[in-house]
Each structure stands twice: as C-alpha cells, then as structure tokens.
C-alpha cells in the first residue's frame, strides 16, 4: 500500500471493518514493523493493529488523511472520529507510552530505530530528533567495573521496588477540596463511571488527586473532579457507547463545506495499481459508489446505476466481463450491431469507474447510458428466442419526441370518452 508506505508519526487514518458501517478515525503513534502500528482511537485506547488490510481482525481499509483524500467529507461515508485531539504534552506522551510497551513487549522491536520526522497535533512536520529532543533516550549510569545498568525496562526486582515506593505513597483519603469531587473512573457494583463517591478514610487512600476506593468487588479508582469536568467525561462516555451501534458524522468543518461545493460527490477516491498507474479495481468502485436523491433530478422513475454496477460485478466481474456472459446466453455475436453498441456503453463504465473512477450512480450522464443497456437487456429478454422485443424501449429510456407534444392527460382522457 502506497499510502501506508509514507505515513507519519503523528498523521491521522480512516480505517473501515468488514463487519461495521462507518470508518473511524485513528492516531498513528509508533510503527512496530512493517504494517503493524501503535494507534490511538477517539475513544482513548491504545494498541499495535495490522494495517495491510489483509488481518481478519483488523481493518480491511484504510485511507491516510493528506493522500489519500483531503477532507473528512470525502472520505466516503460517516465516520467515528476524535471530539479533540491530545495536546502537545499529551501527544509526547503517548509517542513515549508507545514506544516504552513495545520495548518491553515486542521482541523483536528495534529500539535504536527512530522515524525521520513527526507531525504534530496542528498537522505541522517537525524532524524526529528535534521533536522527540531526549524524549525516548535510554539513560545510562556506569558503574564500578565499566558495567552499564539501564533505567528501561526495568528488572522485575526494580519494577517490585517501584510499585511498593507508589504503594507507600499513598496516605488515608481526605475530604475533597472546594470545587472538586471524587469521581469514579470506572464502572463497579455498585458504583457507576462518572459517579461521585464518599470518602472513607479508614480504608480508602489517595496520592494526589488519585484515590483507592475500597469497595465489595475490590479497589475502585476515583479521581478528583470538577463539574464541569465530570460532565465532559460522561459525555465522552455517551459518544463512545453510541458510536457501536450508529455513529454519526462530525458536523462538516468549514474546509469540509467549501471542498463540497459544487463536488455533489460526484468522484471516488483515487486509486492506484503496483506499477503506479491510476486504476481502481471494480469491486472497489462497486463498494465506494453512493447513491444521493436530488430534487431536480432530470430523470423520471428510480435511479439505476447502483443496481447495474453491482449486478455486472455479480455476473461476470466487470461491465466488460458481464456483456461477453450475456452475449453467450442470447447468442449475439461479436459481429452483430447490437454488441457493437453494447461494447461502447459497457466501455462507458468500466473507464468511467477503473480510470476516472467517477461515483457514477449520481451522474445524470450515467443513467442515460444504464437506461440504454438495460432497455436492450429487457428487449432480448421480453422478445421470442432469435427476436427482441422493442415495445418498452421508449419508457425504459425515458425518450420524448414531436409525437409527445399531446398531454398524457389528455389522451387518456380522449380514449376514456371514446369508450362511453
């Protein structure tokens, strides 16, 4: 994947699953090898996924924002995205998080291997070495005899120490000050995420605005809150939990607006072979191509190019696949008029989705060309064997000539009195 070849740290992605609706958005913090990643999602989670597209588990799209499209708006679909990017410190954070767990976990992690530049949370690419500066050096200290002793990772006896020094710093809980309360930051019977909590300060400690809360199912953390802090960590709670069933898209930015005038959606995504050419596989522009309703839509009856586009792909693979299949069934030949006509239309739109990979079920142009293919479809099929019946041509075309200067109205009513 070209795309995924050139991503940056710190340089955001749509991902879309096979067994989902919508795409949502990621943070790409740390590359463990080849297409595995650390990423971060909107609802904070943190973890290594395959990107090639080819892990059942993981997602089988995935789209670079800045090359693959420019706007969430034509990303192809809702999307699940972040409510607010982490702040700088944050971000730096989470780059050290990252690579300290792959350290630690991966074996194969090659921790002397830093990336070549990094992109901030303002979409701003700075060199790696002056952005990380000494953020994810290993501090060394020699000791007696020219050992050295490493801070990271640490010994199991050095992590024991450790976790005991943090245990010890933990004091008996306190009331909370003015302005705050002691908020759960997870779900315990019977406690509740979100919920404010009473200090017991004969079994229950803290260590600065952290607290242990000792409950009947074991030690529940709490943190201190305010208000209105408390109110944005439920409503980040309600997004996530919403976001399973039917996420809905951000309200469209301004950038987002201005890149949809006068677009009407009307392009996929660009797409690329492994020679570099511009092409799109068929199956992909069956699955990106949309379907939208316009009032002033020139067409009367339904909209049909979606249904003509995932039929041919059905039968036969592609428009040119799936006429060779028809033609062997009704027994036309490759000499025949009517496969002369056929092969221009269906050429049509195998180009028109392959190479200029146009989202062709909302161009007017592209039904008038389905109507056509599908009026000589049902032309053969209504007609005896070795003859085609053209009776219904002028209605699945949609055609209008001198003759039709007389109201249907009218003639319907001139038959009606002719009848009485």
């Known amino acids: 994947m070209e795309s995924l070849s050139q991503l940056v740290h710190g340089q955001t992605l749509a991902v879309y699953y096979s067994d989902d609706n919508v795409w949502h958005e990621r943070l790409a913090l740390w590359k463990q090898s080849g297409t595995h990643w650390m990423i971060y999602t909107p609802d904070s989670d943190r973890y290594v996924e395959d990107l090639s597209g080819t892990d059942p588990d993981g997602p089988n799209r995935v789209k670079?924002?800045?090359?693959?499209?420019?706007?969430?708006?034509?990303?192809?679909?809702?999307?699940?995205r972040f409510r607010s990017f982490p702040s700088e410190a944050d971000f730096r954070m989470l780059l050290k998080d990252s690579f300290r767990e792959l350290s630690k976990e991966v074996v194969d992690f090659d921790r002397d291997w830093r990336p070549s530049s990094i992109m901030d949370m303002k979409g701003q690419t700075h060199a790696a070495e002056d952005f990380l500066g000494g953020l994810l050096t290993t501090h060394r200290i020699t000791c007696?005899?020219?050992g050295v002793l490493t801070s990271d990772p640490l010994s199991p006896e050095d992590a024991r120490h450790k976790?005991?020094?943090?245990?010890?710093?933990?004091?008996?809980?306190?009331?909370?000050?003015?302005?705050?309360?002691?908020?759960?930051?997870?779900?315990?019977a019977p406690y509740q995420r979100g919920e404010v909590l009473t200090i017991d300060a004969k079994k229950d400690v803290m260590n600065g605005d952290l607290a242990l809360i000792q409950t009947e199912s074991g030690w529940l953390v709490a943190r201190l809150m305010t208000q209105t802090e408390r109110d944005n960590m439920l409503q980040d709670s309600k997004q996530a939990a919403s976001s399973s069933h039917a996420p809905e898209a951000p309200a469209p930015t301004a950038e987002d607006k201005e890149a949809d005038i006068g677009s009407d959606a009307r392009t996929l995504f660009i797409d690329y072979n492994e020679q570099n050419c511009r092409y799109k596989e068929w199956r992909k522009v069956v699955m990106e191509s949309r379907d939208y309703n316009y009032s002033d839509w020139p067409h009367q009856g339904p909209s049909t190019v979606l249904h003509l586009l995932t039929h041919m792909h059905c039968f036969g693979g592609d428009p040119r696949q799936w006429l060779q299949l028809w033609a062997r069934q009704k027994g036309v030949y490759e000499s025949d008029r009517v496969m002369h006509e056929l092969r221009c239309l269906t050429g049509i739109f195998y180009h028109g989705g392959t190479?200029?990979?146009?989202?062709?079920?909302?161009?007017?142009?592209?039904?008038?060309?389905?109507?056509?293919?599908?009026?000589?479809?049902?032309?053969?099929s209504a007609g005896p064997p070795g003859a085609s019946d053209w009776s219904n041509s002028k209605l699945?075309?949609?055609?209008?000539?001198?003759?039709?200067?007389?109201?249907?109205s009218l003639r319907s009513w001139a038959v009606r009195r002719g009848k009485e």
């Open 64 to 80: 670079v924002k800045g090359v693959d499209f420019k706007y969430w708006s034509r990303v192809g679909g809702s999307a699940y």
């Open 144 to 146: 007696k005899g020219g």
């Open 163 to 188: 976790q005991q020094k943090m245990i010890r710093d933990f004091v008996p809980a306190d009331l909370p000050p003015v302005g705050k309360e002691w908020t759960s930051l997870e779900s315990s």
């Open 355 to 380: 190479f200029d990979q146009l989202n062709m079920p909302v161009l007017s142009s592209m039904e008038v060309a389905a109507r056509r293919i599908q009026s000589i479809v049902e032309a053969y």
């Open 396 to 408: 699945f075309t949609g055609y209008v000539g001198p003759d039709d200067l007389v109201s249907p």
